[in-house]
């Protein structure tokens, strides 16, 4: 039955007001016939997902699993032979929005690597203090002068502990902290993931080309596949971080990954050659040696890495980065699924893929099901991340409304925050060191607005002009948990991220508890004001 596969609200309806499932049916025809449901925004043709081998039902439980999940999607696109068979974003995030891919970041470096290692710029065997002679020290040791550049696109840099978590932050010439980060295993034969191995690429293709490697790969990979608006972050020496801060489109993620499908081809043209695609893609090297089979039969964290790139279960391979973004290329499928997100649990978002996507994909055309694909697209439609809950409503607002609450010194900066309620929306106005700023939130909806306030992230810290980023587009909403209590969320709707600021009144002081998403309810901030 057509009814049993809708999203439920709406199948709740439709069972109320008793519509019949072939009325149902028409209905739906009619409105995707119109275009009002499942807008086709990508450039890929598109077909049904029958007529490529996927069962649209199972696509549709997909979603199902995802929405009864702890994971916070935000956009997924799904190809197969070339075309796009779904293609869904949870509203407030949108097809024409740049998403920060953070470790995702590192496939397109590698990238930027094969194309200088075609045009003979550079070979993965060439030692990496060739390039840098000026920043090394008087006496270089055998494993540094050993290093070459498969082993930074291997992550078997020797170097223990990653020292991504120290050189971004404390030094301003990450190229020469890098070099100076002693070497404790020979390069090459341990694993050990090192997001400043990938920056020293970036850094190398710098120097062999003259140009940022965002700048290199324009008119050699984003160009040709039609991928506009991209940005990638900077450290202050000018390198392009090469290991994150990549910022592309859902649809970008799906082409990178239809590229490396096609083995480097794109509309009938070799960009990149086939044999450096083979190459990257295949097993370097293994990330936990002497783990149980089991364990690694498991994990799609234990199946080798690549240049960049990760193997996976099911002979697939994958660029991921932090929280959830995701391109898996499965040859095997002829397929390629491009996933934005916000998860403390990898592994769990590509355990739905492989139980439930995986499944639905077949060798052969499957009948035609008008039934399910209506129901799919009618729920690719219908995605969204809730607003605040409003419960109570706006009888509330006047302890809040018009009044300004100048906080103790803290850790945000944050001097002063006003409130000015409108009807249902809320203006909120944050007094810092840095300005004052204004944001707009909606009673159990989304406002749509920008704000000059950098988004939270993992390496807001770190030694970089992030003024590129601003203004940064967000959405708020907010809602009461009781009379004297609500609650403000924005999101950073250009990366995985958001931020909840919990007020509560008490007489003339007023308690806020600010927590970011990524730290999963840990190391909230407290802020106190009257």
Known sequence: MLIARLPPLFASLCRKIGKSTAFVITLFLLLLRSGVYAQKTTAFPHSAPETEGISAAGIDSFLTAVGQSKHEFHSIIILRHGKAIAEGWWNPYQPALRHSLYSLSKSFTSTAVGFAVSEKKLSVNDKVTSFFPASLSDSVKPYLAGLTVKNLLTMSAGQEPDPTGTIPFMYTDWVKAFLATPIVNQPGTKFLYNTMATFMLSAIVQKVTGQKELDYLKPRLFEPLGITGEDWEANTQGINTGGWGLRLKTEDLAKMGQFYLQKGMWNGKQLLPKAWVEEATSFKIDQAPGVAQNKKDSSDWMQGYCYQFWRCRHNCFRGDGAFGQYIIVMPDQDAVIAITSETADMQGELNLVWKYLLPAMHQQALPANPDADAALDLHLDAL???????????????????????????????????????????????????????????????????????????????????????????????????????QLKLRYIESPHSETITCHLNGDKLDARVEYSFQYGNNKIELKGN
């Not at 906080?407 to 203006?427: E, M, T, V, W, Y």
């Not at 009673?443 to 003024?467: C, M, Q, R, V, Y």
């Open 384 to 486: 969204s991340l809730p607003p605040v809950p409003d419960p109570i409503g706006e009888e509330n607002v006047k302890g809040f409304d018009n009044r300004t609450f100048t906080f103790q010194p803290n850790k945000l900066n944050i001097k002063s925050i006003a409130f000015r309620f409108n009807g249902r929306d809320c203006q909120v106005t944050l007094q810092k060191e840095s300005g004052t700023y204004t944001l707009n939130f909606g009673a159990g909806k989304w406002l749509a607005g920008e704000t000059a306030i950098l988004g939270p992230s993992l390496l807001n810290g770190a030694k970089e002009d992030f003024s590129f980023l601003l203004p940064a587009k967000v959405t708020g909403s907010y809602g009461w948990k009781d009379y004297n209590t609500f």
